[in-house]
């Protein structure tokens, strides 16, 4: 599982090419995630950790995550630093 994606009600989980959906919000999942393992990334996604490839700086001091597989997700201007941080950019 390398990514989480707040569709309305529901959350998109992607795994290898199957993306099944649970209805559930992205807060209460945030909730009971290894933090060690999955980073919030914005108000729309979660991203595993293990999958991150590579980082690049994005617009107004956001950042731009590249996942294996190929997926990239934004990381928000406000959760930018933490993930800095955690990744001890």
């Known amino acids: 599982m390398r990514l989480f994606e707040s569709d309305g009600n529901y959350i998109k989980v992607y795994f ?3 993306r099944p959906m649970i209805h559930k919000s992205l807060n ?3 909730e009971k995630l290894d933090e060690r393992a999955f980073f919030r990334a914005s108000r729309k996604h979660i991203v595993n950790l293990s999958w991150v ?3 690049e700086p994005w617009f107004n001091g956001g950042l731009m995550v590249k996942l294996r ?3 990239k997700v934004e990381v ?3 959760q930018a630093a933490k993930f800095k941080d955690m990744m001890s950019l």
Request: hydrophobic share 25%.
């Open 28 to 30: 209460a999942l945030d």
């Open 16 to 18: 290898d090419a199957n």
């Open 53 to 55: 490839e590579g980082i």
């Open 76 to 78: 928000s201007r406000r």
């Open 69 to 71: 597989g190929g997926d």
